[in-house]
T-cell receptor, first 113, second 119 residues
């Protein structure tokens, strides 16, 4: 079975600072990994995904993530935080396409002026 | 841009009542899903549906739950006898473009959710 662990339920950064949201996965097969963002009172929006192609994945809104098999990690980063980045971020893993996404507990990102 | 839509946005019901949550997936998608998120908790998978049958379901998806694609556009989740613990946000998602290079395309697109409150 696949699972993800997101370290830190709350992360606070200053506007303009580096954003780093951590995600470690557990999977018995090569995983498909995803980051989704949820703004208040909205649904889940895909930020980026890893599906066994390039290990450094670029997504929307300036976010990127690097798949590191040796560390079983898929951390999300953004060089410079913007106030509009404040949201809940979910890491998810899937065994293969068309199958269930297993989500982490989420990390709430707060961006301060 | 095509999107998944869900109705109603908020449903309030009495314990023991039946509810039907409705979703319109992206029109050329082949895989359909329901997830739920209890307040303050993570998003949990309920069921996936492909080719007019359930392809995968979680332990949460017991006999009280059922899914249906009654026509070419709607995808519904029915809860036969609601319980207090069914109160949650329910998300519909779809994936897999007809005619795409991979029928089971990986990206799942989520709707805005239906907030179900059971009293």
């Amino acid at each position: 079975a696949q699972s993800v662990t997101q370290l830190g339920s709350h992360v606070s950064v200053s506007e303009g600072a580096l954003v780093l949201l951590r995600c470690n996965y557990s999977s018995s097969v090569p995983p498909y990994l995803f980051w989704y963002v949820q703004y208040p009172n909205q649904g889940l929006q895909l930020l980026l995904k890893y599906t066994s192609a390039a290990t450094l994945v670029k997504g929307i809104n300036g976010f990127e993530a690097e798949f590191k098999k040796s560390e079983t990690s898929f951390h999300l980063t953004k060089p410079s935080a913007h106030m509009s980045d404040a949201a809940e971020y979910f890491c998810a893993v899937s065994e293969r396409t068309g199958y269930a996404l297993n989500f982490g507990k989420g990390t709430s990102l707060l961006v301060t002026p | 841009e095509p999107e998944v839509t869900q109705t109603p946005s908020h449903q309030v019901t009495q314990m023991g009542q039946e509810v039907i949550l409705r979703c319109v997936p992206i029109s050329n998608h082949l895989y359909f899903y329901w997830y739920r998120q209890i307040l303050g908790q993570k998003v949990e998978f309920l069921v996936s549906f492909y080719n007019n049958e359930i392809s995968e379901k979680s332990e949460i998806f017991d006999d009280q739950f059922s899914v249906e694609r009654p026509d070419g556009s709607n995808f519904t989740l029915k809860i036969r006898s609601t319980k207090l613990e069914d109160s949650a946000m329910y998300f519909c998602a779809s994936s897999g473009q007809l005619g795409g290079a991979e029928p089971s395309t990986d990206t799942q697109y989520f709707g805005p959710g239906t907030r179900l409150t059971v009293l």
